[in-house]
Antibody
């Protein structure tokens, strides 16, 4: 079945770094854009970043731009989120999610449609 | 960025009641809107995509409508397992943005 499994969460001090991984299975990973979404304690959902199916197109929320890097390895069916200069406000459960629609390889543009499959979440806690 | 608002922020209803949540976008997003269900400790679940399309496997008591800036999400007959927070999310423009959520409770 289609599955996403995050790993790499934990506790980090402000200013330190963490890397999240998301292992995908049950679908053709290389055909889909992938997202990271987070939820801080007691707060709503916040979209964090997206990467195109080929890794060439990336977009970030302003709150993480310049500090977080989304990447993927299609040979390993794995999505990553590298987080540096962590802040207390980055404390959240981080979800990886698959875009709803497979990329159109005939298109010269990148389109994204929202998230239809989600991982179970990885907890990141930033505290001194 | 496109701002999304939802109302109400929370509601309590009885089992079997019809529940309606509204979502408003700060600009015209056509029908590029999804609805998600979020339960504590669980991953979000896509219920409705492109404003009115029911995701595969989702019960038919869930529905969505609307276009441009005004959208509605409805549970036709509230069930105990529907206790959750519901979020709208636009995908017309990056960055994607979510509404603040509507918490649904059983009266």
């Amino acid at each position: 079945q289609v599955q996403l499994v995050e790993s790499g969460g934990g506790v980090g001090q402000p200013g330190r770094s963490l890397r999240l991984s998301c292992a995908a299975s049950g679908f053709s990973f290389r055909r889909y854009g992938m997202h990271w979404v987070r939820q801080a304690p007691g707060k709503g959902l916040e979209w964090v970043a997206v990467i195109s199916e080929d890794g060439r197109n990336k977009y970030y929320a302003d709150s993480v731009k310049g500090r977080f890097t989304i990447s993927r390895d299609n040979s390993k069916n794995t999505l990553y989120l590298e987080m540096i200069s962590l802040r207390a406000e980055d404390t959240a459960v981080y979800y990886c999610a698959k875009d709803r629609v497979a990329a159109d390889i005939s298109s010269f543009s990148y389109y994204y449609y929202g998230m239809d499959v989600w991982g179970q979440g990885a907890t990141v806690s930033v505290s001194s | 960025d496109i701002q999304m608002t939802q109302s109400p922020s929370s509601l309590s209803a009885s089992v079997g009641d019809r529940v309606t949540i509204t979502c408003q976008a700060s600009q015209d997003i056509s029908n590029f809107l999804n609805w998600y269900q979020k339960k504590p400790g669980k991953a979000p679940k896509l219920l409705i995509y492109t404003a009115s399309n029911l995701e595969t496997g989702v019960p038919s008591r869930f529905s969505g409508s609307g276009s441009a800036t005004d959208f509605t999400f409805t549970i036709s007959s509230l069930q105990p397992e529907d206790i959750a927070t519901y979020y709208c999310q636009q995908y017309d423009n990056l960055p994607f943005t979510f509404g603040p959520g509507t918490k649904v409770d059983i009266k």
